[in-house]
């Protein structure tokens, strides 16, 4: 199964310039933790960063900074990880494991944003699948016990 199937297609995005007050308030509205920093290219909106919760807390509120002078461009990070909309589910997993990243931007073939893959959303998917694997398991032992009667 490739990314692109099961990706979160409602990103919240931000330009470079926003504030992260103006982050923090779109993390509240939407429930997420995290905003993708964009810029328009070409037609497409290509993701160049991103701003997590953690960030906020991290960069802004503890050192006592003011959120509203302060640019998500100026707290994004460093390299943006980003997967491709065909990538398979389990090469994702890897990718993520090994860049050690609980979120990643989905883009398509030039590097316009599909969407978002959370770590969240991948458990779920395991989640859901051993469940079926259990229920297929156990529907056999069943049938293996009926036959030896």
């Known amino acids: 199964m490739a990314i692109g199937e099961i990706c979160n297609r409602e990103v919240v995005i931000l330009g470079r310039?926003?504030?992260a007050l103006d982050a923090a308030r779109l993390m509240?509205?939407?429930?997420?933790?995290?905003?993708?920093?964009?810029?328009?290219?070409?037609?497409?909106?290509?993701?160049?960063?991103?701003?997590?919760?953690?960030?906020?807390v991290v960069e802004i509120m503890a050192p006592g900074l003011g959120p509203a002078a302060i640019t998500v461009g100026d707290i994004m990070g460093g390299e943006l990880v980003t997967v491709r909309e065909n990538t398979g589910v389990f090469e994702a997993i890897q990718y993520m494991r090994s860049k050690g990243v609980r979120r990643l931007p989905v883009v398509d073939a030039h590097n316009g944003l599909v969407g978002i893959l959370a770590l969240d959303d991948l458990l779920e998917l395991l989640s859901e699948e051993l469940l079926a694997i259990s229920k297929l398991v156990k529907l056999e032992q069943q049938k293996e016990a009926r036959s030896r009667r």
Do not use: A, F, W, Y
Request: no cysteine; aromatic share 0%; net charge negative.
């Open 17 to 19: 310039n926003e504030s």
């Open 28 to 56: 509240r509205q939407h429930h997420v933790g995290d905003v993708l920093v964009v810029e328009e290219r070409t037609g497409r909106k290509e993701p160049v960063g991103i701003v997590t919760d953690r960030d906020l």
